[in-house]
């Protein structure tokens, strides 16, 4: 069985979505993205995942996103499959 250490996050300015990920290391990664990126927090969507599960929710939230966006992604997200 898989193991579940991937959080899923997205960074938000306000209630503005501007970057959609998954990590096995939330707090290393905010220090990443506070190097380039402008944003106001991190905010991690639920529990933890396994690696595949946090990838397909990736992919589709960035899909949602674009659905309610006019086919734009989230600022800083550079594909639709967030990889």
Same mark, same amino acid.
Do not use: C
């Given at each position: 069985?898989?193991?579940?250490?991937?959080?899923?996050?997205?960074?938000?300015? $306000?209630?503005? /979505?501007?970057?959609?990920?998954?990590?096995?290391?939330? #707090?290393? +990664?905010? @220090?990443?993205?506070?190097? !380039?990126?402008?944003?106001?927090?991190?905010?991690?969507? $639920?529990?933890? /995942?396994?690696?595949?599960?946090?990838?397909?929710?990736? #992919?589709? +939230?960035? @899909?949602?996103?674009?659905? !309610?966006?006019?086919?734009?992604?989230?600022?800083?997200?550079?594909?639709?499959?967030?990889?």
């Amino acid at each position: 069985m898989a193991e579940r250490d991937t959080t899923r996050y997205e960074l938000r300015q $306000g209630n503005t /979505v501007k970057y959609v990920g998954i990590t096995n290391d939330p #707090e290393r +990664r905010m @220090k990443e993205h506070e190097l !380039n990126k402008d944003f106001g927090t991190m905010v991690i969507i $639920g529990p933890k /995942v396994t690696r595949a599960t946090a990838e397909r929710w990736e #992919e589709e +939230r960035i @899909k949602t996103y674009k659905m !309610n966006h006019g086919g734009q992604r989230p600022m800083y997200n550079k594909n639709d499959s967030g990889k």
